[in-house]
């Protein structure tokens, strides 16, 4: 049986095109893992992202070829729907940020992770295809396996391959997530910002969204405000 393939990664450019997310074949998501360490989310990126109580997200994917180490990370929501099960692993989360030869790890971006650790079983999440030619929103999934060390981190073949992590003490997490169903109608990344500059006039539920206040996450919460709104845009013509 061939192994589910894989998710996203963290930082990459800011979301004019979508921000990277990338994926390869990760192992069963069945399997059994070992406890992730120091788990606790520690959010304190804006007004919603500071909120560990999140019940929905959004979660960033390629689903368009692009090479990592010789690796093609696209994933998209019609690439999750066709697995067995839909399901898969979304690993290689990793938010790094370049700076030169020197790498960081960003306070702001290194929350992809500790939200991947926050999420609960049958939380739902947009799925968000990103770093193409019309970013958006997709389709719907649910976690279907909480976080548990991302074994990517391990494999030296992987482009998310961290020699700094330990088998022991794993720095990096990934959770399973299964299809639910494709949206109604794809919501694009221009109809969402629209309403987004709206509503930071007007103080509707999209002002203070992540996708436009901290868009190189790659895993985000959302309130139930904002998860609302947009699945109602679904009923509606695009504006």
């Known amino acids: ?56 997200w959004l979660m960033k994917s390629e689903p368009e070829s692009r090479l990592e180490k010789g690796v093609d990370v696209k994933f998209s929501i019609e690439d999750l729907k066709a697995q067995p099960k839909q399901i898969t692993g979304w690993d290689g989360v990793r938010n790094y940020q370049l700076v030169g030869r020197i790498v960081l790890i960003s306070s702001a971006l290194g929350q992809a992770r500790n939200f991947l650790r926050a999420m609960k079983l049958e939380e739902k999440a947009f799925f968000y295809h990103s770093n193409c030619k019309e970013p958006g929103i997709a389709g719907l999934v649910k976690i279907v396996k909480e976080a548990y060390p991302d074994h990517t981190q391990f494999e030296k073949s992987s482009p998310y391959y961290d020699p700094s992590s330990k088998e022991d003490n794993p720095k990096w997490s990934m959770v399973d997530v299964q299809f639910v169903r494709m949206m109604k109608r794809f919501i694009p990344l221009a109809e969402l910002k629209t309403h987004h500059q709206a509503h930071k006039a007007t103080g509707g539920p999209l002002k203070n969204m992540a996708l436009f206040t901290h868009q190189r996450l790659s895993v985000q919460p959302l309130t139930q405000e904002e998860f609302d709104f947009v699945l109602s845009l679904e009923e509606k013509e695009p504006s």
Do not use: F, H, I
Request: with cysteine; glycine share 8%; charged share 30%.
């Open 1 to 56: 049986m061939p192994r589910p393939r894989k998710r996203l990664a963290g930082a990459a450019k800011p979301d004019k095109k979508g921000p990277a997310g990338k994926r390869t074949k990760t192992k069963n998501p069945g399997e059994a893992s070992t406890k992730v360490k120091n788990s606790s989310p520690q959010t304190s990126t804006s007004k919603n992202c500071g909120k560990n109580l999140s019940k929905y």
